[in-house]
């Protein structure tokens, strides 16, 4: 069973670009998450989809922006690139419930703002 | 509003020796809980998880946790580390009993192992 997919693995941008990452969750699971992890400050929660709708975002500016797509693949949008948005996304799916099941990550994309 | 705290950024033990990764977590609700495991360059992977059946949760690779209510605590035990286990270690507690909340991590926990 092919595990969750991130690509690209590594995106180098200039700052105020905009950066386009994907994420296939894993047959059958419905529901995605995305994660920031910035050096030093753990993983940050962005957003949540599930069956095509965003569910829940965290604490991040309207320029993290993201949708899901009729086969549950998801793409997050960054806007106007700043230099602190450099960081680990991790993208995870979920069976259901991720309070019972948890997540299973991708490798995630590295995001280099210049 | 539910958090996690882990106490030591970095951990250091001798092949052999016995990990302790300390967790503490808060919780309105009574919680679900896990270890994530993160190698170099890599996502992270599902250690173990607490969701309230037995208070003492086996994970792989020789892990387990033990979910202490009165201390709030969910710290991870290995008896005897490999050098293989060195990695960034992060602890997750459920956002709330609302589904897809979000689990919340902690700040995580590098485990170096030395021969």
């Known amino acids: 069973e092919a595990g969750v997919t991130q690509s690209p693995t590594h995106l180098i941008k200039t700052r105020g670009q905009q950066a386009t990452l994907r994420c296939s969750p894993i047959s059958g699971h419905t529901s995605v998450y995305w994660y920031q992890q910035a050096l030093g400050l753990g993983l940050q929660f962005l957003l949540w989809y599930d069956e095509g709708e965003e569910r829940n975002r965290g604490n991040f500016p309207p320029r993290f922006s993201g949708r899901q797509f009729p086969n549950y693949s998801s793409e997050l949008n960054v806007n106007a690139l700043e230099l602190e948005d450099s960081a680990l996304y991790l993208c995870a799916s979920s069976l259901g419930s991720d309070r019972v099941y948890g997540y299973t990550f991708g490798s995630g994309t590295r995001l280099t703002v210049v | ?115």
């Open chain 2, 1 to 115: 509003a539910q958090s996690v705290t882990q106490l030591g950024s970095h951990v250091s033990v001798s092949e052999g020796a016995l990990v302790l990764l300390r967790c503490n977590y808060s919780s309105s609700v009574p919680p679900y809980l896990f270890w994530y495991v993160q190698y170099p360059n890599q996502g992270l992977q599902l250690l173990l998880k607490y969701t309230s059946a037995a208070t003492l949760v086996k994970g792989i690779n020789g892990f387990e946790a033990e979910f202490k209510k009165s201390e709030t605590s969910f710290h991870l035990t290995k008896p005897s580390a490999h050098m293989s286990d060195a990695a960034e270690y992060f602890c997750a507690v459920s956002g709330s009993s609302q589904a897809g909340t979000a689990l919340i991590f902690g700040k995580g926990t590098t485990l170096s192992v030395s021969s």
